[in-house]
């Protein structure tokens, strides 16, 4: 379908419908990074047991990515290299904590299922890194 025929079809500029996505991806990443400095104790013990080096430094280290990268979404500042940075840090801590190719049973399938759902998160990080802002 061609963006015209959307824009018609829906009455509205999508470039409104781009800018809610970005904010709720950004402010998702707020969120998660204020919870991980919350609980900074349990995450750092989850990195503990998978075997990351200085697991609390590497917690907050991650805590901080995801606040300031999340709020440069929301702010609409720097948008396509915080996405892109964004998408690389989704990368490295999917493979660092969801190593589901190491799991078996029950944890390989939540490890699995967290790894797709981290994908879904990848592309749509590529698609705010490659938008026109």
Not at 6 to 34: P, Y
Not at 39 to 60: H, M
Not at 72 to 95: D, Q, R, Y
Request: some cysteine.
């Amino acid at each position: 379908m061609r963006r015209e025929f959307l824009q018609e079809w829906m009455g509205m500029d999508l470039s409104l419908l781009a800018v809610i996505g970005r904010l709720l991806v950004g402010a998702t990443f707020v969120f998660s990074g204020i919870r991980i400095v919350l609980a900074r104790q349990a995450v750092a013990g989850l990195l503990t047991a998978k075997g990351v080096p200085a697991p609390l430094f590497v917690t907050l280290s991650g805590a901080v990515i995801e606040i300031v990268l999340g709020a440069c979404l929301v702010l609409g500042l720097m948008v396509p290299l915080a996405a892109f940075l964004l998408a690389i840090f989704v990368v490295a801590a999917t493979i660092m904590v969801h190593d589901f190719w190491r799991q078996q049973g029950m944890g390989r399938m939540q490890d699995e299922n967290t790894a797709i759902s981290n994908a879904l998160i990848v592309g749509g990080l590529l698609v705010i890194s490659g938008y026109p802002w």
